[in-house]
Each structure stands twice: as structure tokens, then as C-alpha cells.
């Protein structure tokens, strides 16, 4: 199979960075589709820890092409900030790293609006805990067709259309009491970074669909997850683009019937990064030892992560709002060392047992998770490297997730390494050969 989605099941930060990295040894092309540096896809290669945010994970394997498409929005201070990071690391992009001429740009005055949203005193406003990246702002102004594209830095009234944006967001920043931005600031700053940008911005669209065509290996990497999705996730407590399968489609221009394969990638147990509703989440010492194993702090914001146990419920819609053809499950390693482990099933709402998520959020809120008890191996993992290795108490773990979530796992993450890793039988063939 050529062409394949990754995507987060459950809300972010499940390791889709190290999987990636795992299966681009097979891709000649990695593919953001959505989101911006609001991500932290953290990878591991050798000794050294990348922490990507807007560049595609794949950058870090030798003669691999990354592209960000269309549907994402880029912050220019970010991106060159991190292109230095790369670089810094050894890592030559020279000729393997594109920007989409359509992609958005997320500017400074986004952030700005991002941070005064956020800080706003007002009972009557929902607080998201954003990463404050200016993603929000950014999709608005792209919604609304205020915004200016990657391409728009290669036009000569480029400058002028800069000014006008930065007038009218002023404007908003007064509205919310907050300090406004010095235009000339700004305008030098987006102008300086855009002479950087410019030899890398070009019709992404055109050169995947020739790979596409082509039958070259395309990876498509998603970036935070299902539930932060704008149309499918925890509305509002979501991030601002689609970060289900569909978006790999509208967000870099392959039509959906060239997609061919649809991985979910999600932790052994549940994590989320900001406010909003979670079922399973644990505010007790069970929690607190899940998060200081799972080393669970956020990779763009470092703010802790909050903690709780699968929920089979997320997964399983997961599963159906994205076509998932096959799990990834990361770290199943912090699990290690539990007596018994819980799953959510389903969830209890009003008196009666539901299997599947409710769309609104008040109704969400309201769901007790109905679990099930699982014994613990109790028996350390990472060393393991077949599906055999591992014990049989994990083996029944990952198939009653398989069951609950109707998908079969064909990898199991046991460590944050790329050798940390198991294919299971269920893998397609092309990965087990
Ligand atoms: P992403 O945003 O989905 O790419 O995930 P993050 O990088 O934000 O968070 C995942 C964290 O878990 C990173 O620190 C990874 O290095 C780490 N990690 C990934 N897979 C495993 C695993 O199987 N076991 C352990 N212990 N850590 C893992
Ligand atoms: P990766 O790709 C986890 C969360 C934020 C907040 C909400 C909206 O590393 O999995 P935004 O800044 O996007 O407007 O914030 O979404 N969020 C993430 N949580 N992992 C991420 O990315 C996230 N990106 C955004 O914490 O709740
Ligand atoms: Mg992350």
C-alpha cells in the first residue's frame, strides 16, 4: 500500500511522533495536514531527543521529502525556530522540506488574540487551555477569508495586505482591553522571516498527487487527536482544524479514494492537555503514578498532562469517524507494574448504560465511565521485542482492547526508542517482511 494516515484516537500527545518515525523507514514522503506548532511530536533517535512541532517527524530520516500542506497554519518565527533546532541536530533538509503556497499563516497578532481569549476574567466565557500558538485565531481569519497564505509572501502587495491585517487586529485587541502590537515590529519580523521561507513555498498539491501517482510511499502525520477534532471532538474543548482522516484529503489536496490506509495510534491508557471533560481521567494516586511513569507532561507547553485509564468508548469512535484499519498502542510500558488495570466500556448517563460517545458537551460531562478489571503482568515490557515476549496477562490486555474497539493492533509501542517496538501478526505483511 502507498498511501497511509496516522492519526491521534484518543486527545493528543499519543505518541504518533516515534510511530511516525518507526514507519517512515518505508515512506519516501511525510505529509502534515493540519494544525501547526501547537503539536510536540517527541522522537527519539539513538541518544538524541527531537521535539518537532510543525516539521514533519519524518525529516529526521535521511532523503525523505516533508511537506506541510495546505491545511496547516504556520507560525514563520516558529517554523524557522524549529528549522534551526533540525539543523542544529545534524539534520540536512536541503531539498526535502515544502510548504504549501495555500497553508496559512499563523502571525503574531493570532497569538496575541489566542492569549487575551485566554486570560479573559469572565464567567460568562469558556476557557479552552490552548497552547496559545494562535491556532484558533489563524482558522478563523482562514474561515472568515481574512487570511494570509504562504503564498501571499511571494506577492509584491504582500507588505500592504500585512498592514491591513495588523490594523484590524489591533482593533480586536482594544475591544478585549489587551495591549496592541507595533506595526513596525511586526511588519519586519514577517518580512524578514518570509526571505527565509520563500525558496521553500511551492504548489505542494501538485507535487504529492505526482507521488501519489507515481506509487511512492506516502505517510500522512496527523497532529493532536480525534477528540480535539473541530467537528468530531469535545466541542469546544478541541483544537481548530480536523484532525480526523478527512482532513489528510482536504488538507493536502489527495482525493480520498487515493487514500488507502488508515492507522489510529493511541497510549495503552488516557491522556489530556488542557480543560474539557474526561470520563476516565483519575485525580487520585493511581493517576499520579501513571503520569510520573509516563513521564506525562506536555511537549509543547510543558504543562502537566492529566491521567486516567482507557477508554474503549473514545476508541471505538475513534474507529468509526476515522476508518481505522489498525492501532498502533504506545506505551504499553507504564502499565508495567499495576496489579489490575481498568478499561471503560461504556459509559453510564442518566440512569442507563451507553456504548457510544454523546455529542454534546453538557451531555458528555455527565458520563460515568463503567469499567472492567483487568489482572497486571506486573512484568517489565521494554525489552520485549516479539509478540511472544510479551506476557500473557499484557497479550490479553492489547486483545480485549481489539475487541472493544473493533481494530486489530499491528504494533505495540513497549519504550520511547525506535527499537522499542513490536509488529504484531496483524501488521500488514509489507512491514512484517
Ligand atoms: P505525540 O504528540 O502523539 O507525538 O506524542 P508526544 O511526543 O507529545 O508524547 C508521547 C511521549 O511518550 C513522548 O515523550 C515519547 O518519547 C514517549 N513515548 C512514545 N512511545 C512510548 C512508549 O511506548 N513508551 C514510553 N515509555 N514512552 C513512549
Ligand atoms: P500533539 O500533536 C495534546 C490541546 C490544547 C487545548 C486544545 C486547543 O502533540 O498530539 P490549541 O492551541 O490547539 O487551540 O489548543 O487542544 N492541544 C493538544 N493536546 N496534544 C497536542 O498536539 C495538542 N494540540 C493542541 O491543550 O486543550
Ligand atoms: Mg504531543
Request: charged share 25%.
Amino acid at each position: 500500500m502507498a498511501t497511509r494516515v496516522l492519526i491521534g484516537g484518543q486527545w493528543g500527545d499519543e505518541g504518533k511522533g516515534k510511530i511516525v518515525d518507526v514507519l517512515t523507514e518505508r515512506a519516501s514522503w511525510i505529509a502534515r495536514f493540519q494544525g501547526g506548532n501547537n503539536a510536540g511530536h517527541t522522537v527519539k533517535v539513538g541518544d538524541s531527543k527531537y521535539v518537532l512541532h510543525l516539521i514533519p517527524s519524518g525529516i529526521l530520516r535521511e532523503g525523505k521529502t516533508c511537506i506541510l500542506g495546505n491545511g496547516c497554519v504556520i507560525d514563520p518565527a516558529g517554523f524557522l525556530k524549529e528549522l534551526d533546532e533540525v539543523h542544529a541536530g545534524g539534520v540536512n533538509t536541503s531539498g526535502r522540506l515544502w510548504i504549501s503556497d495555500r497553508a496559512q499563516l499563523a502571525l503574531p497578532y493570532h497569538r496575541a488574540l489566542d492569549g487575551a481569549r485566554e486570560n479573559r476574567d469572565c464567567k460568562d466565557s469558556v476557557k479552552i487551555g490552548t497552547t496559545r500558538r494562535g491556532i484558533g485565531p489563524a482558522y478563523a481569519d482562514k474561515m472568515t477569508r481574512i487570511g494570509l497564505r504562504a503564498g501571499d509572501m511571494l506577492e509584491a502587495d504582500f507588505e500592504e495586505r500585512l498592514r491591513v491585517n495588523i490594523r484590524e487586529h489591533n482593533e480586536t485587541l482594544v475591544g478585549h482591553h489587551c495591549p496592541t502590537l507595533d506595526p513596525e515590529a511586526v511588519v519586519s519580523e514577517v518580512l524578514a522571516a518570509s526571505e527565509r521561507m520563500k525558496p521553500l513555498i511551492t504548489d505542494t498539491t501538485l507535487l504529492i498527487n505526482t507521488a501519489v501517482l507515481k506509487g511512492e510511499e506516502i505517510l500522512f502525520e496527523g497532529a493532536q487527536g480525534t477528540m480535539l477534532d473541530i467537528d468530531h471532538g469535545s466541542y469546544p474543548y478541541v483544537t481548530s482544524s480536523n484532525t480526523t482522516s478527512g482532513g489528510a484529503a482536504t488538507g493536502t489536496g489527495v482525493p480520498p479514494n487515493r487514500i488507502e490506509d488508515v492507522i489510529g495510534v493511541a497510549k495503552a491508557y488516557t491522556t489530556r492537555v488542557g480543560e474539557g471533560p474526561f470520563p476516565t481521567e483519575l485525580d487520585d494516586d493511581t493517576g499520579l503514578k501513571i503520569a510520573k511513569i509516563g513521564d506525562e507532561f506536555g511537549a509543547t507547553t510543558g504543562r502537566p498532562r492529566r491521567c486516567g485509564w482507557f477508554d474503549a468508548v473514545v476508541a471505538r469512535y475513534a474507529v468509526m469517524v476515522n476508518g481505522i484499519n489498525w492501532w498502533a498502542i504506545t506505551k504499553l510500558d507504564v502499565l508495567d507494574d499495576f496489579d489490575t488495570i481498568k478499561i471503560c466500556t461504556a459509559y453510564e448517563l442518566d440512569g442507563e448504560v451507553i456504548e457510544f460517545l454523546p455529542g454534546h458537551i453538557n451531555r458528555f460531562a455527565a458520563c460515568k465511565p463503567v469499567y472492567e478489571e483487568m489482572p497486571g503482568w506486573k512484568t517489565p515490557t521494554t525489552a520485549c521485542r516479539t509478540w511472544e515476549d510479551l506476557p500473557e496477562a499484557c497479550r490479553n490486555y492489547i486483545h480485549r482492547l481489539e475487541e472493544l474497539t473493533c481494530a486489530p493492533a499491528g504494533l505495540v509501542s513497549v519504550g520511547p526508542k525506535r527499537d522499542e517496538t513490536i509488529l504484531t501478526p496483524k501488521a500488514p505483511a509489507e512491514f512484517r517482511g
